[in-house]
């Protein structure tokens, strides 16, 4: 059984910052890609930002320069700091993982609950 956990959403004030973090915990071999992706009401859901377990990222072009993504391996969390936060951010904000559960089998692709981040104006 694999959980991701996501934390630090939150109400901000357009320009302001919140740092977001997501621990992945139970029985895991190893993790690939993580990520954050985020879904507004009435939209679909998008890309945030990606990062593999060699440090590579990517990021949605609505994000770059202001949202920094990094991950620590050893305690298998990924965080993405959002800076200068506009209300176009508004979002509830999923984490994503690829994560193997044993050296023998495929790498599964598992989301955490979400949380929500609100931008005012």
């Known amino acids: 059984q694999v959980q991701l956990v996501e934390s630090g959403g939150g109400l901000v004030q357009a320009g302001g910052s919140l740092r977001l973090s997501c621990a992945a915990s139970?029985?895991?071999?190893?993790?690939?890609?993580m990520g954050w992706y985020r879904q507004a009401p009435g939209k679909e859901r998008e890309l945030v930002a990606t990062?593999?377990?060699?440090?590579?990222?990517n990021y949605g072009d609505s994000v770059k320069g202001r949202f920094t993504i990094s991950r620590d391996n050893i305690q298998n969390t990924v965080y993405l700091q959002m800076n200068s936060l506009k209300p176009e951010d508004t979002a509830v904000y999923y984490c994503?993982?690829?994560?193997?559960?044993?050296?023998?089998?495929?790498?599964?692709?598992?989301w955490g609950q979400g949380t929500q981040v609100t931008v005012s104006s």
């Open positions: 994503n993982a690829d994560i193997r559960v044993h050296y023998a089998l495929g790498y599964l692709d598992s």
């Open positions: 990062i593999t377990s060699g440090g590579s990222t």
């Open positions: 139970g029985s895991i071999f190893n993790i690939n890609v």
